[in-house]
């Protein structure tokens, strides 16, 4: 069994883009609402990357009372700041907030999460249009790239229809010509399909979902959740302990797609920074369009 140490790997994709963030200067504007503790950590995380990359981090912070009209007024003014590359707002958000409206208000060429309808509808096109795809499926795929993970021809299932993780991870499979399958919480007889599955991606935040039954010999796990235990411990959506004893490659959590989410934001901080600043078009040597025919 070789293990996928995003860990390692996200070091070095960060790394890799110090010279490129020295160049471009990007900043990185993290807006959080509240006090959720999950989010301190991830954010925590984000600005430890952001400064190992070289890259500005902004972080505003603003109460659980603001409401919904000043927040995607703060929303706008970023827009709006030509100093200023990429913006996150970190979810989840108070109920009093309607997470579509927050996303539907953030600039497409500033949205370095990859939750806009216009970025997400790009990455539905082809690997040519994947210029800012959802950070948590750039990860995956930069994972299974470095490992020389083969997708073309592959049984790929997902479990989980998220538009964080589970779809996207969809259509970016189907990008690279795999034969994806998409299963979520209400899948019946989920075993049926993993058993199938050459590489299965499992992304539903249900900690031990996956056991080592309801996979074959030889296979790749990807392991998207990350859930925390009532001993304080993270676990994620995957039995590591036994799954791992079948499986060629297994994510572990914490320490697998966690921090690749990271370096994939990361990368596209300095992507959306380039694109603002060098606004070319990428020439393409086929359709993106040649699947409709
Ligand atoms: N909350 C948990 N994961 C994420 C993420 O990838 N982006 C944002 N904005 N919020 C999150």
Request: charged share 20%; aromatic share 4%.
């Amino acid at each position: 069994m070789i293990l996928l140490d995003g860990k390692s790997l996200a070091e070095a994709m960060i790394d890799s883009m110090k010279a490129e963030a020295k160049r471009l200067k990007p900043t990185l504007c993290v807006i959080r609402v509240g006090h959720n503790s999950a989010s301190l950590v991830y954010i925590r995380n984000k600005r430890i990357a952001c400064e190992r990359a070289g890259i500005r981090f902004d972080e505003r912070d603003f109460p659980a009372s603001i409401t919904q009209a000043e927040l995607i007024r703060e929303i706008e003014n970023v827009n709006h700041d030509s100093a200023i590359n990429g913006v996150i707002v970190q979810l989840p958000l108070p109920d009093s907030i309607d997470v579509p409206a927050i996303i539907r208000s953030i600039d497409p060429i500033k949205d370095v999460d990859g939750f806009q309808a216009y970025n997400l509808g790009k990455t539905m096109l082809s690997t040519e249009f994947e210029d800012l795809p959802p950070a948590t499926a750039l990860g995956v795929m930069k994972l299974l790239d470095h490992y020389d993970i083969a997708l073309q021809g592959k049984e790929v299932v997902v479990v989980g229809n998220s538009n964080i993780a589970g779809k996207p991870i969809t259509v970016m499979m189907m990008n690279r010509s795999a034969t994806v399958t998409n299963c979520n919480r209400s899948t019946k007889n989920l075993a049926e399909h993993t058993l199938r599955a050459d590489i299965l991606i499992v992304a539903v935040g249900h900690p031990n979902l996956i056991t080592a039954t309801m996979v074959k010999k030889g296979v790749t796990v990807v392991d998207v959740g990350i859930n925390r235990m009532p001993n304080g411990k993270l676990c994620g959506d995957v039995d590591f302990e036994n799954v791992s004893k079948k499986a060629a490659f297994i994510s572990p959590v914490p320490g697998g797609v966690g921090p690749m989410t990271v370096a994939a934001l990361i990368l596209n901080t300095v992507n959306a920074t380039r694109l603002q600043k060098h606004p070319v078009q990428k020439k393409t040597h086929s359709s993106p369009y040649s699947t409709f025919a």
